[in-house]
């Protein structure tokens, strides 16, 4: 098994929102996402994780990506998933 770094900004924790919210349980998710589930996008565990953060189902991800809001959203989310 390789070693991972997850590096990202605010935005990623911020995609779960009202789903997991204890600090605790988003980096058991991100583990288990980035340790599982990154394979579904061609290895790209960085897109898993957003996608993850998007929610479950293709409406609610559809919905979470085209909403107009005055403040910064999706925008400002960067993510990194370093191999080292």
Request: no cysteine; glycine share 10%; aromatic share 4%.
């Amino acid at each position: 098994m390789t070693n991972k770094i997850i590096v990202a900004t605010d935005g990623l924790r911020d995609l779960y929102q009202g789903r997991l919210t204890a600090t605790e349980d988003l980096i058991k998710r991100w583990v288990h996402v980035v340790m599982t589930e990154g394979d579904g996008f061609g290895g790209h565990k960085a897109l898993s994780l957003a996608s993850d953060g998007l929610g479950e189902e293709l409406n609610t991800k559809s919905m979470r990506l085209t909403i107009d809001l005055d403040g910064a959203w999706l925008d400002d989310t960067t993510i990194a998933v370093i191999t080292i």
